[in-house]
């Protein structure tokens, strides 16, 4: 085992693309826009309600009954998500450099289908991998219960900001039929469910609570991400919207992936209060060769950055303050609708 643990999200900072909204837009009809609507009162129940036992990321759970009502199987989930990896700019790069450095995990919400294919695709072990595990094949409606979910989409379609028709839906309709006992036991990997996941890391692989980085991008990053600051870690948001950047000490905002590296050298090879002072002067150097060359940067990582970036569009590396939190919130919401599209920028 290496001395520091790397753990991130999969959808934001290594891909383009959000899995579990692709699917729906593909196989569900007006499934994308449905997936929207869930995914806002999802958001809803987490921040605003603070629904007992109720996790970030249940949207997962809630299109469920809309996928058993157009026949998909398992084998379709992973068909298209073999078909659908969209990587960040050098994620692929990252997640190498990261294996041969530091203890890497992937702990993403995403269906396992999708991370299976990912892993595969990014040659990274999948048992370094926990996601949100369905059995789609085992979920089934009667036609009964299919002509009222059919309904009950329509409803949603129609009233998207109706959250106690979809209270009503959600907690008493659908709990009535059959299928909710399979969907009730699905455990969702994200917010507590991603801290649960790191405390089964800490448990399974004895790596220590106070050398970790995590890297997340949205809501259901927020309790890893508060937990890797409050044990004196690295937090990063990248390319974040409102909820990580509200919890996590730095933001990084790029299209490239190379500039997590950078910050993930530097504590692979020393400790978190290098890393700290290499953002201060990051930010107030004019020569950003020599500063790479001070902080002893992997030449291959330091190369690869300069091929990429000029002295004219450096990603923003920053520690996040109550002075320049609008800042770097405009213009991370603005890479993340640039890179990953309106549609899947937008979802919390």
Known sequence: ?????????????????DNAFE?????????????????????????????????????LKLILPFFVCEGIKNSDLIDFSQNNIYAVNDSKFLLKYLKET???????????????????YMEFPFENTFYTKVDVDALSLSDEEIEKIIGFKQE??????????????????????EIYENIKKIDVVGGEGKKLAIDEIIRRDGIDTDEILYIGDSITDVEPLEFARKNNGISISFNGNEYPLKVAEIAIVSPSAIATCVVANIYSESNRNNVLKFIGMYNESNNLMDLFDEFNIDLEIKNKFFDIFSNDNYPLIKIIDENNFDNILKLSKDMRNNIRGQDIGGLG
């Open 1 to 17: 085992m290496f001395e520091k643990s790397f753990i991130t999200d999969c959808e934001g900072p290594l891909t383009l693309n």
């Open 102 to 120: 530091m203890n890497t995990y992937i702990v993403s919400t995403s269906y396992g289908q999708y991370i299976e294919a990912l892993s595969n």
């Open 23 to 59: 699917m729906s837009a593909h196989f569900i009809e007006d499934g994308g826009e449905l997936f929207k609507v869930l995914s806002l009162y999802d958001d809803y129940l987490v921040d605003v309600v603070k629904k007992n036992n109720y996790k970030a990321g249940n949207t």
């Open 156 to 177: 949603i379609l129609e009233n998207p900001d109706d959250y106690e028709l979809f209270d009503k839906i959600f907690f008493d309709e659908i709990p009535k039929m």
